[in-house]
């Protein structure tokens, strides 16, 4: 059996970004368990804030074709979710929103297993966050989210000179949730 693909992508495009961090890690520990891994930059892919006169005059952007095309080739995605205002990123739900929009054939929500991390400056770790992406993903698209979370609390502390996770929690948790992504993945492709 090949090697489960697995998309990692974070919510945060800034310089910086603890949720970049968190993603690159997670990439890496994908890696090292033989995951295929794509690793990509949302800021590869602008897309112009969903309006459906937008969409009714001049279609859906090609980027939104090319993420669907991207999230579609996977086994498995990995979202690395920054909150703003107890929510998710603007720039998250708008790719979603227009992934959804593309009328090409599959469903990438509904064909993909799922994996959620946060990390936050806060002491919550970005958890309402994750739980308003959970609800976006199950709910609204229908997608199969693996039920363990990372949330990564005190961010600007957590990562040590290698990025990697300072926090044993975060750390098991991350691990966790990698090794259950994988496994989900492969269950997924037995079938």
Known sequence: MRNPKILVCSGSVRGGSF??????????????????????????????????????????????????????????????????????????????????????????????????????????????GLIAMRTILEVGLGAMVLPQMVAVANAANAFDGKDDLTDDRAAGQLDKLVDGLLRATRIEMSH
């Open 19 to 128: 949720n970049g961090k968190l993603a690159a890690l997670a990439a890496k520990k994908l890696a090292i368990l033989d995951a295929d891994v794509t690793h990509l930059s949302l800021k590869d892919y602008p897309l112009p804030l969903y309006d459906g006169d937008l969409e009714d005059t001049g279609g859906v952007p090609e980027n939104a074709k090319k993420l669907k095309r991207l999230f579609l080739a996977q086994d498995g995605v990995f979202l690395s979710c920054p909150e703003y205002n107890a929510g998710i990123t603007p720039l998250l739900k708008n790719t979603l929103d227009w992934i959804s929009r593309v009328k090409e054939p599959g469903d990438p929500y509904r064909s993909t297993v799922f994996a959620l991390g946060a990390a936050s400056p806060g002491a919550f770790g970005g958890m309402r």
